[in-house]
T-cell receptor, first 114, second 114 residues
């Protein structure tokens, strides 16, 4: 089965630094997503992206966050100035956007902000 | 807002034991309901789903029935195997959504001992 790939698997950064998390969605998918899971808490929706623009975002996704599809294959999440509370596992996902279609998730990037 | 509550983990069982992981939800209308599973080192993957009341989702010996009257979607398996050790997430997708803005439960870690 095709896979969503995420890099890096672990990222350590200093508070206040910018980080970019990278994802390669499945090639014929049209919708792209970021979710995150803070340790011990629920997996939370951050943002969905379709047709080169954000289609929906949660209240977590403030001005410090941005997403981009810089070319035909990559989908990135940028955190402009990281805070301690941004430490979490970040999951990228994609699908074709059909009703009730499953999401294909990557294995995640563990972000640690020190 | 919409929410999902799962039974607290971790859950430890012996091989061939019967498994139930409880999941209840709060949502307006008729959401779609999902169980996702995360094996060690991998991303979340869809285990089963149900899109309307009284539907039963099933896969790999696991089953869950969409119960509107009790707002529940409990996961069951008659005889678990060591390979079922994983984290299980109950999730809902709000009614009439195009993109998959999933609302997750907190996850239940399941360990099966031989």
């Amino acid at each position: 089965e095709p896979e969503v790939t995420q890099t890096p698997s672990h990222q350590v950064t200093q508070m206040g630094q910018e980080v970019i998390l990278r994802c390669v969605p499945i090639s014929n998918h049209l919708y792209f997503y970021w979710y995150r899971q803070i340790l011990g808490q629920k997996v939370e929706f951050l943002v969905s992206f379709y047709n080169n623009e954000i289609s929906e975002k949660s209240e977590i996704f403030d001005d410090q966050f941005s997403v981009e599809r810089p070319d035909g294959s990559n989908f990135t999440l940028k955190i402009r100035s990281t805070k301690l509370e941004d430490s979490a596992m970040y999951f990228c996902a994609s699908n074709r956007g059909m009703t009730n279609e499953k999401l294909f998730f990557g294995s995640g990037t563990q972000l640690s902000v020190l | 807002g919409d929410s999902v509550t799962q039974m607290e983990g971790p859950v430890t069982l012996s091989e061939e034991a019967f498994l139930t992981i409880n999941c209840t939800y709060t949502a307006t209308g008729y959401p779609s309901l999902f169980w996702y599973v995360q094996y060690p080192g991998e991303g979340l993957q869809l285990l089963l789903k149900a899109t309307k009341a009284d539907d039963k989702g099933s896969n790999k010996g696991f089953e869950a029935t969409y119960r509107k009257e009790t707002t529940s979607f409990h996961l069951e398996k008659g005889s678990v195997q060591v390979s079922d050790s994983a984290v299980y997430f109950c999730a809902l997708s709000p009614a009439n959504q195009g993109a998959q803005k999933l609302v997750f439960g907190q996850g239940t870690r399941l360990t099966i001992n031989p």
